[in-house]
């Protein structure tokens, strides 16, 4: 009986650590170089360039709440503060090879 019991502690033991060592991983990050399309170079796009709208802080100081602006939700901007790349340009958006897959 002993051996039962030390065999399924060893067996779900192995489990504990082989999911955590997935999630561990799965949530490393990417580096911005293995999202940079051939695309990209070709129409001048730089994905460095892209700057916060504001300072960001996180995770945040406060909780985060949306707003409503004429009967739509608008989201905090301490929490989405968005970002700008003037490498983007609507000449770029308008060329048929830009996409955003």
């Known amino acids: ?9 060893g067996a779900v033991l192995c489990f ?3 999911g955590y ?5 799965a949530q490393q990050p ?10 990209c170079a070709q129409l001048n796009v730089d994905g460095r360039a892209s700057a916060p709208l504001q300072p960001v802080t996180l995770p945040p100081l406060q909780g985060c ?3 409503t602006s004429n009967g739509f939700p608008v989201p905090d901007p301490n929490c989405t503060p968005g970002a700008i790349n ?7 958006l308008r060329d048929p090879r830009f996409t955003t897959r």
């Open 21 to 25: 060592s997935v999630r561990a991983t």
């Open 1 to 9: 009986m002993t051996r039962i019991l030390q065999f399924a502690a």
């Open 16 to 18: 504990v650590l082989i």
């Open 86 to 92: 003037p490498t983007l340009t609507i000449t770029v």
């Open 30 to 39: 990417i580096a911005p170089e293995a999202f940079n399309p051939a695309v």
């Open 65 to 67: 709440a949306t707003r």
